[in-house]
């Protein structure tokens, strides 16, 4: 079942749809900033950065202090070496992992095998095209199908390999949604509100869109950890005004 089951005008006691990127350089950072903020608000999404300047030590201390953490490390290898990552994820505790569609059924069934054993199994999802990547720079890969349709392949792979969802841009949540379920997971960066810039992203919408397109979870990195009043805004996201 969906873990999420989300009303942009109720909120109520749902999960929140946030999951914020921790964009810091380092751990004293990073849990400044988590202290200021609840595991009722958000869930937190430690990357390649983060990760390689703190490790295993800061997920585990902020899994003790109640958050869902998704390790954002994109694995892409052969499958022996990603579903042992996958496990070693497990065993920290973590909520969520990510890897790269493209690196195969094999390997991603590997992953889903590698983790199928423990209580509170993670969930698994996968890259499919990232958000920065344009038309032509799909193109510059070789591939020839638009993002869309490509996408949409991935998508359907990752699906039947047994993983619970995808990373993917807002743009294509309709789509996939309507393809392949609700009960698939659909998590989308490139999540920008009306002043913030574009940065790297191309292909962004705003949260509240983003919900109503389909969206299971929004990932929400320098609008969130930037902000003034990261709470305030964190609520006014999970209320469904912005």
């Known amino acids: 079942m969906n873990p999420l089951i989300f009303n942009t005008i109720n909120y109520g006691n749902k ?17 400044l900033f988590a202290r200021q903020l609840s595991p009722d608000l958000c869930q937190l999404k ?41 496990k070693v994820a497990a065993e920290m505790g973590v909520w969520m992992i990510d890897m790269h569609a493209s690196g195969g059924q094999r390997m991603m069934e590997a992953a889903v095998e590698a983790v199928s054993k423990y209580k509170q199994r993670p969930f698994l999802i996968a890259v499919t095209v990232l958000t920065s990547m344009t038309q032509t720079d799909l193109a510059q890969t070789g591939i020839d199908r638009p993002v869309t349709e490509q996408v949409l392949h991935l998508a359907s792979l990752s699906q039947q390999s047994g ?12 789509i996939l949604r309507a393809q392949l379920g609700q009960e698939f997971l659909l998590v989308t960066p490139g999540i920008r509100l009306a002043t913030s810039f574009n940065d790297d992203q191309r292909r ?17 990195g320098r609008p969130i950890t930037q902000s003034e009043n990261p709470v305030l805004l964190l609520e006014q996201i999970n209320h469904g005004k912005i």
């Open 15 to 31: 999960t929140s749809p946030v999951i914020v990127a921790l964009d810091f350089a380092d751990e004293k950072q990073t849990l």
């Open 46 to 86: 430690i990357g390649k950065e983060l990760f390689t300047a703190s490790g295993r030590h800061l997920v585990e201390q902020l899994v003790h202090q109640g958050y869902k953490i998704f390790l954002d490390l994109k694995y892409h290898d052969i499958p022996n070496t990603v579903a042992a990552a996958c």
């Open 163 to 174: 993983l619970d969802g995808v990373v993917c841009s807002a743009q294509e949540a309709a």
């Open 204 to 220: 962004i919408m705003k949260p509240k869109d983003a919900l109503a397109a389909g969206s299971s979870y929004l990932v929400m």
